[in-house]
C-alpha cells in the first residue's frame, strides 16, 4: 500500500513583484483560506517556516510573506513551493478531500476489480480527471458523482462505477 502524503503544495513562486517583497505565484490549490493573512505556510526544499502576510488572489495571484520584504529577498524564492501540512491545512466538509490526500489509493470497480494506483489528479476547469495506473495500463477517470462511488480513507481505496469507454 502507498503511503499517504503528508503536505499540501498551495502555491510555486513564480518570481519577485515590486519592491516590497511581494511574490508571483502560480495557485496549486483552490482552497484558498489556506492562504489567509495570519496562516503559517513551510517555503521552499527546506520547508521555512512562514506567515502570511497577504494574499491578492487575481488574474496573476501574489502573495506577500511576513519575512520577505526587498525584491532581492523575493526574487530568491523563485521556483520554491509554498506548503501546509494536511494536518494544518482548513478542513473541508464531510467526504471532501484535498487531490494529494487521493494519491497513491488503490481504485477498484463496485464489482472488486482492481484497475490500479491513483497516480495523479488533474484540474481540467469543469471537473478533475484521476490518472490511475494498473496492470492493463493507465486509465483517466473523471471526478463526477456517475463514476465516484466512495472513498474509503482508512483503507485508502476509491471505488468506481467503471463507465463505458473508460479502458
Sequence with gaps: MTEAPTEIVLATVLGAFGVRGEVRVRLETD??????????????????????????????????????????????????????????????PDGRYYGVELIGVRVVTSSGEMIGTLREVMSTGSNDVYLVRGPDGEVLVPAIADVVQEFDPERRVLTIDLIEGLR
Design 31 to 92: 482552497v484558498l483560506a489556506n492562504l489567509e493573512a495570519g496562516r503559517r505556510v513551510y517555503v521552499g526544499p527546506n520547508r521555512d517556516p512562514a506567515e502570511i502576510e497577504a494574499l491578492n488572489p487575481g488574474v496573476k495571484p501574489r502573495l506577500k510573506l511576513r519575512s520577505v520584504h526587498t525584491r532581492e529577498e523575493a526574487r530568491d524564492l523563485r521556483g520554491a513551493e509554498i506548503a501546509v501540512p494536511l494536518d494544518e491545512a482548513v478542513p473541508l
